[in-house]
């Protein structure tokens, strides 16, 4: 049963942490262009061109 305890404590842990690096890259602007990822493949790459 006191397993049982641990597996809890450690999952709230880890849930918390990944609550916070979400928090913490939304903050920091990680997710404030959202127009861009979906017309790259539109866009051609100067180093990949070939002549």
Do not use: H
Not at 34 to 48: A, H, I, K
């Amino acid at each position: 049963m006191s397993v049982l305890f641990v597996l809890i404590i450690v999952s709230l842990v880890v849930a918390a942490a990944f609550l916070i690096a979400f928090i913490w890259s939304v903050k920091s602007g990680q997710y404030e262009d959202g127009y861009t990822p979906s017309v790259r493949m539109l866009f051609e790459d100067e180093e990949n061109k070939t002549n």
